[in-house]
């Protein structure tokens, strides 16, 4: 077992999505004490020495419950449907902004967010799934709002497109800005938001990440040098 890093409860909210259970996996393979939130513990049988908590984002009290006792949280959360409650309006932006909030409320200290690549780019094919981008900076930026004062601090990722590997397989580039484009592999970006944790340069930071040519890695700790 890694040196444990990060001796703090950590809450994952969208834990059974693909990123979300990379996430959860590289938190774990730390040692680092983790909740999950979601609306069902079905994909979470693999894990053991996790505390889940069920319940939907749209619920507040549910959402409030959940965040008791952490010192951060990491939002994989993602929009399944065009319409509905899993829409982006109530995942990426209403979801996410509650979650923010009751997160502040219960002194939550950090808060990672995993938003996308281009969402600076209104008019970016992946706004034609109900503006999901749209909605997830509207997240970020209250994100950014709310966990740059009174103590808190944030970490923005925005990952290039998702794909299914193991994690430590490329090459990677963070970038800031918004100008680069490219795929990154799911557990690679769940190995980021850990490092995020107790990685200095991470906080207060938004950028983006996608991954270069093929070469067995190490760590990934020393890309974040380039923020």
């Known amino acids: 077992m890694p040196d444990l890093k990060f001796n703090e409860t950590v809450l994952v909210a969208g834990a059974t999505g693909r990123t979300g259970l990379w996430v959860v996996r590289r938190l774990l393979h730390y040692g680092i ?22 319940g939907k984002i749209q619920n507040s009290s549910a959402v409030a419950a959940a965040v008791q006792g952490c010192d951060a949280v990491i939002s994989a959360l993602g929009a399944t449907e ?11 932006g ?15 200290k950090k808060f990672i967010l ?8 209104p008019f970016h094919p992946l706004n034609l799934f109900g503006g999901v981008l749209s909605q997830k900076l509207r997240a970020e930026n209250h994100i950014r709002k709310i966990f740059s004062e009174n103590g808190r601090t944030y970490t923005i990722i925005r990952p ?8 430590f397989k490329f ?4 970038d800031k ?9 799911r557990s690679d970006v769940g190995e980021i938001a ?3 944790l107790w990685i200095p340069k991470a906080t207060n930071q938004t950028f983006e990440v996608i991954r270069t040519v093929a070469e067995d890695q190490k760590t990934l700790e020393p890309y974040f040098n380039s923020l």
């Open 171 to 174: 090459k990677l580039q963070f």
């Open 160 to 167: 290039g497109g998702l794909k299914d590997g193991d994690p």
């Open 194 to 196: 850990a490092l995020s």
């Open 82 to 92: 065009l319409i509905g409650d899993a829409s982006p309006a109530q995942v990426d």
């Open 114 to 121: 995993i938003s996308s690549i281009a969402v600076t780019k």
């Open 94 to 108: 209403d979801g996410v902004i509650r979650l923010v909030d009751a997160a502040a409320d219960a002194g939550v």
């Open 33 to 54: 004490k983790t909740k999950t939130f979601s609306r069902s513990a079905a994909k979470l049988s693999e894990f053991k020495n996790l505390e889940v908590w069920l």
């Open 177 to 185: 800005g918004d100008k680069i484009t490219g795929l990154i592999d």
